[in-house]
């Protein structure tokens, strides 16, 4: 059976997917080089290279970005490899072409470039990420690492130590203050990703899954994600069949690895996620029930 595809769909994902690379690139190339920072994933892996053997960041950048697109190939299958191969192409090409253009938007002011740079380049990497599509960096390091070699430790965690050792290489190369700067461009980007995919005003989100592959995602959140989960009984009312819906409280973040292994195991089932303005209770960063009132 011949599959219809959706153009109207295919159009918009990549509007979006190539605006969201145009102002990743900028924010690279006219914010965060030109005012000597670094950042964490590949993007500072590349400008840390730069400085250290002489070769620019921009072909580096592709370099790596081939390296990592055909090992998500071969170690993790196809499937990955093409959630990928767009940024893989697309994004160094934009990146180079954008610093040939030798745009400076912020110049001797690092802190306003660390922010700026943070905003712009969230805003960008919110963008693809909302489409569907996988930024093929870091991220898909910490999951070849995670089955390949430390199953043990979670995506999430595997990413940030990438990142640690990336900032920490930076205080090396550079100095400690380039170093906490990459630090605060990378809390002002996580949290413009966030906004960007869930909008304002929410810390953490509650994932409901419909699948016939419960009790591999209800696995998956406890031992990768590390998250606790509830599951019920519930009954279509169209299908009239039983199934098993897993819920769970994480943070945005977490809910897109979730959802990313989904779309591996099962990409039939339902996923539904919420915004949520509080949690209380025992969890990672959720605020305990046993607050002390004071007034």
């Known amino acids: 059976m011949k599959k219809n595809i959706d153009y109207k769909k295919t159009i918009l994902d990549f509007a979006f997917l190539m605006v969201g690379c145009i102002l ?3 924010a690279i190339t006219s914010i965060l080089k030109p005012n000597g920072l670094v950042s964490g994933g590949i993007t500072g892996i ?45 994004f160094p090409l934009v990146l180079i072409a954008l610093e040939t253009l030798d745009l400076s938007l912020i110049k001797n002011d690092t802190m306003l470039a660390s922010i700026y740079y943070g905003i712009i380049g969230g805003i960008g990497c919110g963008l693809v990420l909302k489409r569907g599509f996988s930024t093929g960096g ?6 070849i690492l995670h089955y390949r070699m430390a199953p043990f430790i979670s995506i999430s965690q595997i990413l940030l130590c990438i990142d640690v050792v990336i900032i920490i290489a930076s205080a090396f190369v550079y100095d400690e203050n380039i170093a906490l700067y990459a630090v605060l461009a990378q809390i002002v980007m996580m949290k413009s990703i966030d906004i960007v995919l869930f ?14 592959k419960s009790n591999d995602i209800a696995d998956y959140i406890i031992k990768n994600i590390r998250r606790g989960i509830s599951t019920y009984e519930i009954k279509g009312g169209y299908t009239n069949i039983s199934r098993e819906k897993v819920v769970s409280i994480c943070s945005p973040r977490e809910s897109m690895l979730i959802k990313r292994y989904i779309s591996q195991v099962d990409p039939l089932a339902f996923v539904n996620v919420l915004p949520v303005m509080s949690v209380w209770g025992n969890g990672i960063g959720f605020d305990s029930v046993m607050e002390e009132n004071n007034g």
């Open 24 to 26: 990743l690139a900028f």
């Open 46 to 90: 590349s400008i840390i290279l730069d400085k250290l053997i002489g070769i620019k960041y921009t072909y580096l950048y592709y370099t790596l970005s081939i390296l990592i697109f055909i090992s998500a190939w071969l170690a993790l299958g196809r499937r990955e490899g093409k959630k990928i191969i767009l940024l893989s192409i697309i």
């Open 199 to 212: 909008g304002f005003g929410s810390r953490y989100v509650k994932i409901e899954v419909i699948s016939d």
């Open 138 to 143: 870091t991220d898909t390091i910490a999951k």
